[in-house]
């Protein structure tokens, strides 16, 4: 991946928006059930549930910070580019067998969503760069395929 800021979908946005409320939510929760480091914590059973409290806290902040950066990142970045395939396009695609079907580029999936490619799977990569009417060739689990860039939005 490139070290230069890239855009999000307004659809990806919302969802990294939704995820950081949730998180900062679940931190308040565990954030309230850690002792004050002064207190006297009771048997070997009462110090592990502290130390799991613990670093539950600290994966909290960890993906906190890193869905704050991204977001941060996407503002630098601007919108997607419409011209072209690049993390955070919306991409309609008609595959070989005639199906079609539209997806956003990302650049990881945190959340299980079908419309979701990341720009690293094989239909991810092969879409990058291109533009509508393009023909592009991936290997799929299942074997080779290639699908029709159809259309692109921001």
Do not use: W
Not at 25 to 45: N, P, W, Y
Not at 138 to 152: K, M, N
């Amino acid at each position: 991946m490139s070290s230069e800021p890239a855009p999000i979908s307004e659809a990806a946005r919302q969802a990294l928006e939704q995820e950081l409320a949730d998180l900062r939510t679940e931190r308040g929760t565990v954030a309230a059930t850690l002792r004050d480091s002064d207190a006297e914590v009771g048997d070997q059973a009462d110090a592990a549930d502290e130390l799991q409290r613990a670093d539950d806290l600290r994966r909290l902040d960890d993906r906190i910070t890193r869905i704050t950066t991204r977001l941060a990142q996407a503002d630098l970045a601007g919108p997607p580019p419409t011209d072209m395939v690049g993390v955070g396009s919306t991409v309609t695609v008609r595959f070989s067998d005639g199906t079609t079907d539209t997806v956003q580029i990302g650049e990881g999936a945190a959340v299980l969503d079908r419309t979701l490619v990341t720009a690293d799977s094989p239909l991810g990569r092969a879409l990058l760069g291109h533009r509508a009417g393009d023909t592009v060739d991936f290997e799929a689990p299942d074997g080779p395929r290639s699908a029709v860039v159809v259309s692109l939005d921001g």
